[in-house]
């Protein structure tokens, strides 16, 4: 079969077209369709293939192999007949912006620092960029500026083939080595990198590139990048939140690393009170209790931390089995002690009398109950042996 003309290399922009239907074939409940032309973009080069609609039948997919495009449909065509192709075109769209915000990064990264770009994937929510050595967060941060700098030039976009003397005298990027006719986009100058993917026609036309997040991996870094339509809601997002916790911190957005610092200076404050009045209250309980003698209390608002550390408090004094209970999780939740003995057994008979969960390793055991009776949990304990 001929190889497919790619009408997406000579038009991006191309949403509706028509074509002769060469093949169709079933597929596990779908059907491959093969044309003698096309505008859906197949998948590749990091870039995901193309949805929309094929002469009725839905297209869910897009590969190409031996240079012929399969369209994987929801209905079969007939041989022979010209349809009418549609692209869906929001996430074409978005495709072309992350594509092209991702040559503009690349090369700019290249250019000034020499990273390779040694993967890149268009996921969701964001774009995935590999490099091949580490950078700094103000690497990262030049970079960025500079990226967006190509962007606001709104310099022209170029994807073409060029002829082999005009390749050979041209310093290009290309992850592998290339047989036959190369590719080359050039992203307003900012990038001169070979590439099958489909572009913007300006650099201008990116609107944003923003680095959402920066990883050490295998040597490099793996980025997490948004651009375009991404970029913009993604940084409407974080305002809205950067507003909302600055009214509950009390301060607007530019002054919340400042108000979360004295914030969580002051739980740290208040931790330490907690543990010192924990402390107060599990020797407060011990001094009430008597030597060889079970005891069973309630703690409300205790976290599991604070049922523990009053539950080996009065263990200390007492000496026998200590519980320590309070409102939680399904009803209430639990800590036992049996210094010097297995409290595996009493937590077990106690989870099967109220529907318990949880367990524990030699003396100390903890978990939830699926009742709020803190009486009748009592009872229990004191009446076991």
Known sequence: MQPTEKLYEQDAFLRRFTARVLACEPADKSWCVA?????????????????GTLGGARVADTRVKAGVIWHRTDAPLPVGQTVTGEIDWEPRLDHMEQHTGEHILSGTLHRLFGAENVGFH????????????????????????QANAAVRADAPVRCWYPAP???????????????????????????????????LRTTGQVGLIKILSAQHYKGGMRLAVVCGQRAQRTVADVWQDAEAAGVLLSAGPGRLREAVTHTADAAETLHRRLAALQQVLGEAWAAGAQPGQRTVFLCPEADADTLRRLCLAVTARTGAVCAVLAPGGRGLSYVLHCPGGDARTLAQGLNAAFDGRGGGRGGLCQGSLATDDFDAVRRFLLEQH
Do not use: N, W
């Not at 969701?124 to 490099?131: F, K, L, N, Q, Y």
């Not at 290309?174 to 100058?189: F, Q, Y």
């Open 35 to 51: 044309l003698d032309r096309t505008a859906f973009y197949p998948e590749g080069g990091g870039q995901p293939a193309d949805t």
């Open 122 to 145: 268009i996921g969701d929510p964001a774009v995935r960029m590999d490099t091949d050595i580490p950078l700094t967060p103000d690497q990262l941060a030049r970079a960025e500026a």
């Open 165 to 199: 003397d005009e390749l050979a005298a041209l310093t290009y990027r290309s992850k592998k080595e290339i047989d036959g006719p190369v590719r080359l986009t050039d992203a307003g100058g900012a990038d001169l990198c070979a590439c099958c993917g489909t572009h």
